[in-house]
């Protein structure tokens, strides 16, 4: 894997990618490149590949083929917070930093994601919502030029869901790096992106740039169309989004 980090180059550059398991070729020959400061989201069905491009991508995972130009150590967000239970959370936060200012810096990161008063708490006290924020903080306070989100919000309820997403836009304007999300969620790549990509095959087969200058339903039912979902009629989509009455 090639691993440079210039100041002019993108966040990650990706070209004829190839990845197998044994004799199956799970990524072939795929192409990519996302700028920094640009928000990626990566749809497609289970098994095509998206959590095996992410491994990749954070030198988790060999490569068979082809080249990643990429910095050497991007940060990755997982489904699961994988917090350290015995560390408090700003060692946790600050876990292969330099031991000096980590505590320092551990305070500036998970204040902001709103935590900055539970350094030194426990993760068996939090919530889900609240680890998966100590878990970006931990992400963040790299200052990484790649982030990569494997569906960190899956797990979530779809208050706390939405509430992270919303947390997640506001950092990553702040902080500027490139990001790539795999998600299955469609409506989370659309609120999120600038650029939707779909994966299918091992490779990309799809891809819609979000400028504003289509309404969310019909990029919607783009997407759906191409990962062969029929969209739900008017009046499904209608009966879905009326409060019902509490019993």
Request: hydrophobic share 45%; aromatic share 4%.
């Amino acid at each position: 894997m090639s691993l440079s980090v210039v100041a002019n180059r993108p966040a990650v550059a990706v070209r004829g990618l190839v990845r197998r398991y044994g004799a199956r070729t799970v990524i072939d020959g795929l192409d990519l490149e996302i700028a920094r400061g640009e928000f990626v989201a990566l749809l497609g069905e289970s098994g095509c590949g998206k959590t095996t491009l992410l491994r990749a991508l954070s030198g988790l995972d060999p490569i068979d083929g082809g080249a990643v130009d990429a910095p050497r150590r991007p940060a990755v967000v997982f489904q699961e917070h994988r917090l350290l239970p015995w560390d408090s959370l700003w060692r946790n936060v600050s876990l292969g930093q330099p031991e000096k200012g980590a505590r320092e810096r551990a305070a500036e990161a998970l204040a902001e994601v709103g935590l900055g008063e539970r350094l030194d708490d426990w993760p068996r006290n939090l919530s889900g919502g609240q680890s998966q924020r100590v878990a970006l903080a931990r992400a963040l306070v790299q200052e990484p030029e790649l982030l990569l989100l494997d569906e960190p919000f899956a797990a979530l309820d779809a208050l706390t869901r939405l509430k992270m997403q919303a947390l997640v836009k506001e950092l990553v304007a702040r902080h500027r790096p490139g990001v790539l999300l795999v998600t299955h969620d469609v409506d989370e790549a659309i609120a999120l992106a600038d650029r939707v990509l779909l994966m299918r095959d091992g490779a990309i087969a799809y891809e819609r740039t979000l400028d504003g200058a289509t309404t969310p339903d019909a990029v919607r039912g783009e997407l759906l169309a191409q990962l062969g979902v029929p969209a739900p009629s008017r009046r499904a989509a209608d009966a879905a989004s009326t409060p019902q009455p509490v019993a």
